[in-house]
């Protein structure tokens, strides 16, 4: 069996937002690149779920969408036990153009699994899961939170609002993970980190459909007030001013 | 020509956020000067749909293929997809939610659209087609333009409002020719929590984070919460210990949410839970540390232990109901 988790390149959440002069674009100067967080639970999921199948699952493969610059993140990927990655190098513009790309490959390299994170940290898109299953004509299930094997029989939990729901859809699917599906991520030691070096990472030409949309500039958003400090001895006062002043309650 | 929304209920029965998804449906179409149409899937009762006729919608049309009694992504998709070729969709609407997220993107491929989620306005321009997104969890706004002949949006809950706009409404039956033999999806059991307030629809919402310095102390968070109608969430440190359920964190990599009024008690105000929480209306702040960043992006503050503070709000709170 085949696992396949795609993974997002994008700014550290620690990030501050900056704009250019003319606002046409972030400025990304000094950013220190991550893996997108839900990506990143993903990921240990499916190597938790391999070392337990005592050999079913075969292998982890990691796949992004980017160009050279996102090797780093690649590696990191390799180093915490991903056996192998595919890059396909293009800077993508958005949602469509990534998730087409994949499943271009997907067409070509079939997997089992494929584990995406719900949203990437930076534009939020939360749509390269689905548009993946759709292009491969698969079913996908959103928001999942467990994910198990039972036998050859993967089981899922997924999050709606106010609870949850056990799942079960045929192989092979698309699931879009959330948090609660691992805890915390691993962190590479030395030895990952050497042997990731001669781990295969396969560079591949686009081969999917374009975008179908651009960011043409950017806003920040306004800035707040200043707060309004109330005395502690008189704490009560706050509700008197969430109904009178703000009008909330 | 028109503008498709898809409009979720829960038990036959729409919310508040349905009602915002259809005025801002309608603004959308009044623009573009086509028809307003929802799409309900499942069984809902007529005074339901016809109270959509209050907020702008022209149309519903009810899908009740059995191929659709369990969220199954991909027969959703099918049929939302249908309905939008159907009437010749030139945009489809549908809410960043739960069910959102996980049916619009393959509505967008079936339709060979661009798509844009948590949208917060109406479109800066037509042609071209540009709307204004939530990037960085709301650090940032991003003008995205949509190249495609039709468009798929998602809305960011709360940004638009509910506005009423009385039109007359016709009810439809659509029959969204479903191949059962596609869809696969098995649900095997459903739990949910009656009675609690969801946090992703709360219009208010209280939370606490380590300050709260036990989980023990949660009981006037609770009562604050009960008294005000509210939700209740909490940071991510606080999860992580196992304090409170995963389900109530709220942050960047927990829940965003966008109520009307969020009480962080005891939570600093780190970078990655203001993206979860920065969209909300009014912000209260209470922190022993003056120094606390939730101070710089709040509207209220006070300043002290939260656990000394807490039974004063529930005190005044409960006044506050008893005379209201």
Known sequence: MKILVCLSNVPDTTTKIKLNGDQSALDMTGVQWVINPWDELALTRALDLKEKSEGKIDTITVITVGESLTEPTIRKALAVGADDAVRINLNPTDDYEVASNIAAWVKNNPYNIILTGIESSDYNGSAVGGMLAEFLKIPSVSSVSFLDMEGDKPLMKREIPGGTETIRVPMPFVAIVQKGIALDPRIPAMRGIMMARKKELTVVEPAGEGSKSTYIGFAMPKAKAKVKMIDAENAGQLITLLHEEAKVI | ?324
């Open chain 2, 1 to 324: 020509m028109s503008v498709i929304v898809y409009t979720e209920n829960w038990d036959g029965k729409f919310k508040k956020s349905s009602y915002e998804l259809v005025s801002y449906a309608h603004a959308l179409a009044s623009e573009l000067g086509v028809e307003t149409i929802a799409i309900s899937i499942g069984q809902v009762p007529e005074d339901q749909l016809n109270a959509l006729a209050n907020y702008g919608a022209n149309k519903v049309l009810c899908v009740k293929n059995p191929e659709l009694a369990v969220l199954d992504n991909a027969a959703y998709a099918s049929a939302i997809a249908r309905a939008a070729k159907a009437n010749n969709a030139q945009v489809v609407v549908f809410a960043n939610n739960f069910t959102g997220k996980a049916v619009a993107p393959r509505v967008a491929v079936k339709l060979e659209a661009g798509m844009a989620n948590s949208v917060t306005t109406l479109p800066l321009s037509f042609s071209p087609f540009v709307v204004q997104k939530n990037i960085f969890n709301g650090k940032a706004q991003g003008n995205l333009q949509i190249n495609s002949n039709i468009k798929v949006l998602s809305l960011a809950q709360n940004s638009f409002g509910v506005k009423e706009s009385s039109v007359s409404l016709t009810i439809e039956n659509f029959d969204a020719q479903l191949d059962s033999s596609k869809f696969n999806t098995e649900l095997i059991e459903k739990n949910t929590v009656s009675g609690k307030i969801i946090l992703t629809d709360a219009e208010l919402v209280v939370s606490g984070g380590r300050g709260m310095k036990s989980p023990d102390n949660w009981g006037p968070l609770e009562e604050l919460a009960a008294i005000l109608g509210a939700g209740t969430a909490c940071s991510r440190p606080v999860a992580d210990e196992g304090w409170r359920p995963h389900s109530e964190h709220v942050g960047q990599t927990g829940k965003v949410i966008a109520p009307n009024l969020y009480i962080a008690l005891g939570i600093s105000g780190a970078i990655q839970h203001l993206a979860g929480v920065s969209s909300s209306k009014v912000i209260v702040a209470v922190n022993t540390d003056p120094e606390a960043p939730f101070f710089e992006a709040a509207d209220y503050g006070i300043l002290g232990d939260v656990n000394k503070i807490l039974p004063k709000l529930v005190e005044a709170a409960k006044a506050f109901k008893a005379h209201s």
